[in-house]
């Protein structure tokens, strides 16, 4: 068979395993452009969850009480581990994760758009678990049916703690929805200045998504941006209520012929400036995951020594 003969016939393959919702798997045979395409969201995604944990971490100093700060604690804990699974699964690709963090270091690659937002007081954190977490979950439940074995596994397991994540900030904000006027009004500011960065999470609209079509033909992403977005704002209309707060945004109506909610324009020229590295706290968002790199050799020194002391004794003890 010749190489061009196999190579048709391992896409073949390929092809029909997608087809039949199974799963591709590391030893699998897969075309460049699905690595490229997996590599390139998996480690955006990880960046994301760790790049996350800053918004919310600057406030576990500040919790108002021990239980406040217990929680905060976990959840960016969490988000940690989010992370960790997901280099782990870029790895599976071949992916170096010492280059990975070099290239969001360095801003070759991107991360979420919305934790470039200031987290102005604490009721920042329960609008973050409420609004971005529930946009995470919107945008992940989907990914657990990735068609990509070690994406789709993580994926379960980061979905149940978002999960915890979202129930705990809107838990927060209904104790403080129920406070003083001081507490309504510090709940009703975040939501103004969150709810159109939580809108962008889901990224460009579908007509200007380049990666959309081939993604979701290659069944990784399973739904387009749009009705993703879609999606979160029927999904949180009804959370609102209950909440008895506002949504900033003037054109949101219940539309009876479409089944969904109507909403404004997103300001899209913000959102590219975002990701292009101007919103306003990517500087800072960067300069403090270097910082963090730069801090932690010593540990990475020390665990390297560590495996090579460990894999020494092994020889001697065979030897
Ligand atoms: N921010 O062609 P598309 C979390 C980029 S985790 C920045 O539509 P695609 C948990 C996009 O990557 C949040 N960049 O791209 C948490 C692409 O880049 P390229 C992260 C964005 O991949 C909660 C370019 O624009 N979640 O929140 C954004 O088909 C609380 C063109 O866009 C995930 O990563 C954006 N918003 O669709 C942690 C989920 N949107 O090609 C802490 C997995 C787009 O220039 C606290 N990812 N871009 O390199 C996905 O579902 C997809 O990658 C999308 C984008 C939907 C984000």
Not at 103 to 125: C, E, W
Not at 184 to 203: E, H, I, K
């Amino acid at each position: 068979m010749s190489a061009a003969e196999e190579t048709s016939r391992l896409e073949e393959h390929f092809d029909r395993t997608i087809a039949r919702e199974q799963r591709i798997e590391p030893r699998d045979w897969m075309p460049d452009g699905y690595r490229r395409t997996l590599v390139r969201q998996i480690s955006q995604h990880a960046h994301s969850e760790i790049i996350g944990m800053q918004p919310e971490g600057e406030w576990i100093t500040r919790a108002p009480s021990l239980r406040r700060k217990a929680i905060l604690l976990a959840k960016v804990q969490d988000e940690a581990g989010h992370g960790l699974y997901l280099y782990s699964a870029a790895e599976t690709l071949g992916a170096d994760r010492d280059e990975l963090t070099a290239m969001l270091i360095d801003g070759r690659q991107k991360y979420s758009s919305i934790f470039n937002y200031p987290t102005l007081s604490f009721a920042d954190v329960g609008v973050i678990g409420w609004l971005v977490d529930g946009a995470a979950i919107c945008n992940q439940v989907p990914l657990c049916r990735s068609s990509y074995g070690p994406y789709a596994r993580a994926m379960i397991r980061i979905c149940k703690e978002e999960s915890f994540h979202q129930r705990q900030g809107y838990e927060l904000l209904m104790t403080m929805m129920r406070g003083t006027p001081e507490q309504r009004t510090m709940v009703q500011d975040a939501v103004d200045r969150w709810w159109w960065p939580s809108l962008m999470m889901f990224g460009p609209p579908d007509h200007d998504s380049p990666n959309s079509a081939r993604s979701m033909a290659w069944k990784v992403k399973r739904h387009s941006n749009d009705e993703l977005r879609q999606r979160f704002v029927d999904m949180t209309v009804p959370q609102a209520e209950a909440l008895g707060v506002r949504l900033p945004d003037p054109d949101l109506r219940w539309n009876d012929e479409r089944g969904h909610h109507d909403f404004g324009e997103l300001d899209w020229a913000e959102f590219k400036r975002v990701i292009s590295g101007d919103g306003p706290c990517n500087a800072q968002r960067i300069a403090v995951r270097r910082a963090a790199h730069d801090d932690g050799a010593w540990v990475r020194e020390a665990a390297v020594a560590h495996a090579a002391k460990q894999a020494d004794r092994a020889r001697g003890a065979v030897a």
